[in-house]
């Protein structure tokens, strides 16, 4: 399987994440990490995830808030030249390629 993978970050008000959090989750930082993936198989299917850093029992991490695929959720994507676009009934994110490209040996 093939995944490529778009990260984001947004700045939002910390009151707005602890009123979602469960019960013993402390929020970190007042931010939220979208991931949208293209995942190619036999066929290509999408999958966006919100997730923020919290702490919780000791240990910190980030914290998969919400996710949807596009196998069970009406979730497409669309590529214009280096934009690459995820669309939902309530979202649309598109991604501009104006970040870092690559991970260990790969271009930067």
């Avoid at 984001?8 to 979602?20: I, S």
Wanted: glycine share 12%; with cysteine; charged share 25%.
């Amino acid at each position: 399987m093939k995944v490529e993978q778009f990260v984001m970050a947004y700045g939002v008000e910390q009151d707005r994440l602890r009123a979602f959090l469960p019960e013993g989750f402390v929020s970190l930082r007042p931010v939220l990490r979208i991931n949208g993936e293209i995942r190619t198989d036999e066929t290509e299917t999408y999958y966006l995830e919100l997730n923020t850093p919290v702490e919780a029992r000791g240990k910190r991490g980030w914290l998969n808030v919400a996710h949807w695929d596009s196998e069970h959720t009406d979730l497409t994507c669309k590529r214009e030249g280096k934009a690459v676009t995820f669309q939902t009934p309530f979202l649309q994110i598109t991604y501009t390629g104006t970040g870092a490209v690559g991970g260990p040996g790969g271009k930067r």
